[in-house]
């Protein structure tokens, strides 16, 4: 209990006088994240779209691996861009490894499977609302992709903080990958990681309430934005 | 628009481009959960110019990370891994840098008397006789192989102590968390001990037996074998850290008033 409050006092004083170090690493998790969740939307959005109005006979199957994929151990992913970055391994020559790029590439391979799994299941219901009405106008298949994605869009942003929520509170794969070197790689997460390993549960936690804050701020800041859960269903 | 974009895109993904000359360290975990590399980083920094990136792991993956050139220099603490990594080439050569010594901690009460042993195995051997519970790295660290070969020399296999033996896998500061939250005996560095927040219960027990002497080596990457090493910059950094200004930045750190780490290299 006392390390909890001492750990709010921590949060709120490092908050309220802009702790140079705390807003550095802050900075970095959104960077990190922001970067892969976008990246991983603009493939995950139209694979979603594509598999909700496509039928070929192994589409099932790609949904349930897509699915399944959800459950991807981020310590997993991380070991395996790791081997693949590493100097010894077949991408060693780009020099990524222990860099925000490494730590993006595995943060994308996470988050991917679950925005576009998502976004299916979404745009899946509102093709059968509308697949009469594209079918009839005798539109092309991209045609059809880009107004499920754009009717679709509440449902889809859903999709794409559901991916943001993983993201921003991973360890183990950008520990891996990022190697949590202060200044280059060090994100909330990691530094969190580090500080327990001090035995400093005060900054530790303190860093933790200053994580969770930042996931609500986003998500209030991103649904204010698009005026989800205002004005009419769509 | 789109070339403003791409820039942008690019300068988000590749934010190391326009730094200073960078060098990347595996370092052990004792060296970071201690605070030495707070001390050392800026002096570094200000002195040569140099943004030393450390990557805090166990002597094990540190000199794995050495063997696949994925850093320029290793900071370790393993004397006999150490040989070894330099005689398969990995590494130019080995300079020693600094020393501390290893501690035995345990819970205050000392159920297995720990306190009264002459030498560390003893102590090893009373921990083994009154069965208490004792916490292992278990991570292929420098610690973890000084504590193997402490109960080797011991005569005591810690396959054989069952379930008082815990190994945990995970660096100094997250074993010891465990240890506190066993109240249970483990071997640590003095460093990463004296300076560490969570003590609870335990207590430093037993020390000074030489046996327990923890010397630092600086190994750095062979460039014959990654080219890409950046040799020049490790040359540089090894310079500092063995010589006058090295030797007051490392000395310089201290707690409660005793130097945790003693510098004891030779400057050329």
Redesign the interface.
Known sequence: MNDLSQGLAEAIYRVATLDPELVDITLRSL?VTV?AVVIAAAIALPLGAWLAVTRFWARRYVIAVLNALMGLPPVVVGLIVYVML???GPF?VL?L?????AM?IAQVIIVTPLIASVAHQALRDLWSEYHDLLISLNTTKRQRIATLLWDGRRALLTACLAGFGRAIGEVGAIMIVG??????TRVLTTAIA?E??????SLALGLGFVLITLAIILNLLIHSLSRTERSNLW | MTLRFISCVLA?????LAHAETV?MAVT?SF??SGL?DVL?PPIKDELDL?L????VGTGQALTLGA???VDAVLVHSRAAEDAFVAAGHATHRREIMYNDFVLVGPSADPAAIADATTAIEALQRIDRADAVFVSRGDDSGTHKMELSLWDKAGIAPDDLGTSYQSVG?????A??TA?GLNAYILSDRPTWL?????GDLVLLFSGDPALFNPYALLPINPSR?S?VNADAVARLEEWLAGPRGKAAIESYTFDGQPLFVHSAVAN
């Open positions: 960077q970067t590493s100097r010894s060693g020099g490894l222990f860099t925000p790029t993006i190697g949590n070197i202060d200044n280059v580090l327990t390993g001090k035995g400093n549960f | 988000v993904l590749f934010p190391m990347r975990t970071e959960n590399a980083l943004d990136q450390l990557l805090v696949a050139g994925d995970s660096g100094m500061g997250a010891l968390n506190s300076t560490f927040g969570n003590k990654h890409h």
